[in-house]
């Protein structure tokens, strides 16, 4: 990334509690991972936050409540890492798949360079990272 690009490095949205939040999501994070120059991550940055905000839309955000996702581009432009901010309870865990549910942990486990749960109060943040690959 060149000294004269004017991009930010924090990115966020906040998404209410509604199915339609989700594809809103991968709309955004298409967007900044495009202006970030992380194309060669493209889809497994979509699907690792798509997973994320599903799962926190599913599991982690009351009603009446909403979730936020932040992107961030970090070590100089070389990595990109997504939070994924819910006010629920709970520890998040790569399980077995169970039937038709479970597997996203899983496929961000598979896919991001790096995953974990941080605490915010309420709730956690799920966070996953991705390094530049040229």
């Not at 989700?22 to 936050?49: H, I, Q, Y």
């Not at 009446?64 to 629920?88: F, I, K, P, T």
Request: aromatic share 6%; hydrophobic share 40%; proline share 4%.
């Amino acid at each position: 990334m060149s000294e004269t690009m004017q991009l930010s490095l924090i990115r966020e949205r906040f998404c209410r509690r509604e199915r339609r939040s989700v594809p809103a999501v991968r709309e955004f994070v298409r967007g900044a991972v495009t202006d970030w120059g992380f194309g060669t991550r493209l889809d497994d940055v979509l699907l690792c936050v798509s997973e994320l905000a599903t799962n926190a839309l599913l599991h982690g955000v009351p009603p009446g409540r909403g979730y936020l996702v932040r992107l961030r581009l970090e070590e100089n432009g070389r990595v990109l890492s997504a939070e994924v901010h819910d006010s629920g309870g709970g520890v998040p865990a790569v399980r077995r798949p169970d039937g038709e549910s479970g597997r996203g942990l899983l496929l961000v486990d598979a896919l991001a360079d790096r995953w974990g749960v941080g605490e915010r109060e309420p709730g956690k943040v799920v966070w996953c990272a991705f390094t530049r690959r040229e």
